[in-house]
């Protein structure tokens, strides 16, 4: 089963406005990383989060972590057409690999 | 700095048959993993190869091997393909540890028919 779980598993919003996705996992961990994926192509690394760091920050992206709740939420702001991708969290729970959640399909609408 | 590249980019093949991908990881990174993408299973770890050894494997059966050559390359193969076999095979290079940052290639859309 997977470590991570993204939640909603898809997502429709119109151009400009906010988007935000939820990662949760089930084991401790040392860090928490967001990817995207355009369709049929490689995941891009966004922003990685330690566990001890509650938010963080990159461009219109902004990632926070909860360890208590074994959470985490990916918040894109001012969405534009060229962010329908899907969003994945990875977790380095296990000691040698990430594992990658299920994913959030995002489709901006012009 | 180059990307991480990942040939042939699509490949139809048929039941029975074998398959090699190549995978040239971004210079510099000596750890290559491999990933399957499919809708119902999501990204699932394959492999990972470090300095020529395969420091870690997934869940999946033997039909499924790589190798690293020296200069980092890599390549997978599968033999007697499945029709589950068709999926989207990742690449991704790191620095050193395959649980940090991943670069990953275009991918490689294998359809076994």
């Known amino acids: 089963s997977q470590q991570g779980e993204e939640d909603p598993q898809a997502l429709s919003i119109q151009e400009g406005e906010n988007a935000t996705m939820n990662c949760s996992y089930k084991?401790?961990?040392?860090?928490l990383q967001w990817y995207r994926q355009n369709s049929g192509r490689g995941l891009v690394h966004l922003i990685l989060?330690?566990?001890?760091?509650r938010e963080k920050h990159s461009g219109r992206l902004r990632v926070t972590l909860d360890t208590s709740k074994k959470s985490s939420s990916l918040l894109i702001t001012a969405s534009r057409a060229a962010d329908t991708a899907s969003y994945f969290c990875?977790?380095?729970?296990?000691?040698?690999?990430?594992?990658f959640g299920a994913g959030t399909t995002v489709t901006v609408r012009a | 700095k180059a990307g991480v590249t990942q040939t042939p980019r699509y490949l139809i093949k048929t039941r029975g048959q074998q398959v090699t991908l190549s995978c040239s990881p971004i210079?510099?990174?000596?750890?290559v993993s491999w990933y399957q993408q499919t809708p119902g299973q999501g990204l699932q770890f394959l492999f990972e190869?470090?300095?020529?050894?395969?420091?870690n494997k997934g869940n999946f059966p033997g039909r499924f091997s790589g190798r690293q050559f020296s200069n980092s390359r890599s390549e997978m193969n599968v033999s007697t393909l499945e029709l589950g076999d068709s999926a989207l095979y990742l690449c991704?290079?790191?620095?050193?540890?395959?649980?940090?940052?991943?670069?990953f290639g275009a991918g490689t859309r294998l359809s076994v028919l």
């Open positions: 990875a977790t380095d729970a296990n000691d040698y690999k990430l594992s």
């Open positions: 989060i330690r566990s001890n760091e």
């Open positions: 084991t401790s961990i040392n860090n």
């Open positions: 210079s510099g990174h000596r750890s």
């Open positions: 190869y470090f300095s020529e050894t395969q420091r």
């Open positions: 991704a290079s790191s620095l050193s540890l395959a649980k940090n940052i991943q670069y």
